[in-house]
């Protein structure tokens, strides 16, 4: 038996460094040797709140190198680089059928319901492994499945070529937001940062306008709205946030507040605007296959053309042996990070 190693959860949001029996990819499968895993803002409710499975090794956010091929795999050549879109879906329900796998009643994310980026191998489905080129750096790589979900949610708020974007939060979605935003043909894109450093990488992307917080209130984008208010809002910070009020102040009439962030907490909502406007609050899970290219083939393109500009996302790199500071450094923005990544502690073979 060959082994891996690993960082699984344990008691109260810990994570123990343990090996695991190296996985083997099954008919229609390829296995991944794992380059870089980012940590996303997901991650990091889920463990504040306690939601994580334990003895599973987190991160959905993953990118590597086929080395093992299953039966019937006959589009991916070992050694091929590949950013991972972490679903299992049945493929047959109503959901699959159209195309909105994840919204599967059975599927599976890596990193939450099974072994994910923090370990060194991974087993997919063939299909779920996009091809990138080899000389882009897996760290970039591994920042498809945010640009996917952020790609999705700006399809999901209908933006048009020529059209304006407002983005609430500076993390890892709301910059990558406005990379994807300008991909899709937008005019114009604001966001709102929190943090210095989030401000200064937000005008580097592209952003026409940086808000502070004191500018991103509700009563301050209403007044900025009776100037010029914006086609889509993007809203990426979630958690107990009052941003939907936000959006809802400055979306235009007709227009659309696209929902990527993760509420964990239930919150207040005015909606006399948004019914006044009849604004449309578009929410968005994951990813998906319903527009061609699918979201994940969409955000390997914009990663490979934007690569340079995209690597400046990627604060800390962290090996695999020191998970738990690179979680750490995830939930502390006043260190400065943005995206944290996850590589592993041996040297590639």
């Given at each position: 038996?060959?082994s891996?190693?690993?960082?699984v959860?344990?008691?109260?949001?810990t994570?123990?460094h343990?090996e695991?029996?190296r996985?083997e990819?099954?008919p229609?499968?390829?296995r991944?040797?794992?380059?870089?895993?980012?940590?996303?803002?997901?991650d990091?409710?889920?463990?504040?709140?306690g939601?994580?499975?334990?003895?599973?090794?987190?991160?959905h956010?993953?990118a590597?190198?086929?080395?093992?091929v299953?039966?019937?795999v006959?589009?991916h050549a070992?050694?091929?680089?590949?950013?991972?879109?972490p679903?299992?879906?049945c493929?047959?329900?109503?959901?699959?059928?159209?195309?909105?796998?994840?919204?599967?009643?059975?599927?599976r994310?890596?990193g939450?319901h099974?072994?994910g980026?923090?370990?060194?191998?991974?087993?997919v489905p063939?299909?779920?492994?996009?091809p990138v080129?080899?000389?882009l750096?897996p760290?970039?790589a591994?920042l498809?499945?945010?640009?996917?979900?952020?790609v999705?949610?700006?399809?999901?708020?209908g933006?048009a070529?020529?059209?304006?974007v407002?983005?609430l939060?500076?993390?890892?979605?709301?910059?990558?937001?406005?990379?994807a935003?300008?991909?899709l043909?937008?005019?114009?894109?604001?966001?709102?940062?929190r943090?210095?450093?989030q401000?200064?990488?937000?005008?580097e992307?592209g952003?026409?306008?940086?808000?502070?917080e004191?500018?991103?209130?509700p009563?301050?984008?209403?007044?900025?709205?009776r100037k010029?208010?914006?086609d889509?809002?993007?809203?990426t910070?979630?958690g107990t946030?009052?941003?939907?009020?936000?959006?809802g102040?400055?979306?235009?009439?007709?227009g659309?507040?696209a929902?990527?962030?993760?509420?964990?907490?239930?919150?207040?909502?005015?909606t006399?605007p948004?019914?006044?406007?009849e604004?449309?609050l578009?929410?968005?899970?994951?990813?998906?296959?319903?527009?061609?290219?699918?979201?994940f083939?969409?955000?390997?393109a914009?990663?490979?053309?934007?690569?340079?500009?995209?690597?400046?996302l990627?604060?800390h790199t962290?090996?695999?042996?020191?998970?738990?500071r690179?979680?750490e450094?995830?939930?502390?923005?006043?260190?400065?990070?943005?995206?944290v990544s996850v590589v592993?502690?041996?040297?590639?073979?």
């Amino acid at each position: 038996m060959k082994s891996m190693h690993a960082a699984v959860w344990g008691d109260g949001g810990t994570l123990r460094h343990v090996e695991l029996e190296r996985p083997e990819p099954g008919p229609g499968e390829v296995r991944v040797r794992v380059r870089a895993c980012g940590i996303c803002g997901s991650d990091l409710h889920l463990r504040n709140t306690g939601f994580v499975t334990k003895g599973v090794a987190p991160g959905h956010e993953l990118a590597g190198v086929v080395d093992a091929v299953g039966e019937g795999v006959a589009d991916h050549a070992v050694g091929t680089a590949v950013a991972v879109e972490p679903l299992r879906s049945c493929g047959s329900c109503t959901e699959c059928r159209k195309g909105l796998d994840a919204l599967c009643p059975s599927g599976r994310l890596l990193g939450v319901h099974e072994h994910g980026g923090f370990a060194e191998h991974v087993v997919v489905p063939a299909g779920r492994a996009f091809p990138v080129p080899g000389d882009l750096d897996p760290r970039v790589a591994a920042l498809a499945e945010p640009t996917a979900v952020v790609v999705r949610g700006l399809r999901r708020g209908g933006l048009a070529a020529g059209g304006r974007v407002l983005v609430l939060g500076a993390g890892t979605l709301g910059l990558l937001s406005i990379l994807a935003a300008r991909s899709l043909g937008a005019r114009e894109v604001w966001i709102s940062a929190r943090h210095a450093a989030q401000a200064k990488l937000a005008g580097e992307l592209g952003a026409a306008r940086v808000l502070a917080e004191r500018d991103a209130e509700p009563q301050a984008l209403a007044r900025a709205a009776r100037k010029e208010p914006f086609d889509v809002v993007v809203e990426t910070v979630g958690g107990t946030a009052d941003t939907l009020n936000a959006a809802g102040a400055a979306v235009r009439r007709g227009g659309t507040v696209a929902v990527v962030g993760m509420f964990v907490a239930p919150v207040a909502l005015d909606t006399l605007p948004l019914l006044l406007k009849e604004a449309t609050l578009a929410w968005s899970y994951c990813y998906g296959r319903t527009d061609d290219p699918c979201e994940f083939a969409a955000a390997t393109a914009l990663l490979s053309a934007e690569r340079e500009r995209a690597a400046r996302l990627t604060t800390h790199t962290v090996p695999l042996a020191d998970a738990l500071r690179a979680f750490e450094l995830a939930a502390d923005r006043k260190s400065g990070a943005i995206k944290v990544s996850v590589v592993p502690s041996v040297s590639p073979e």
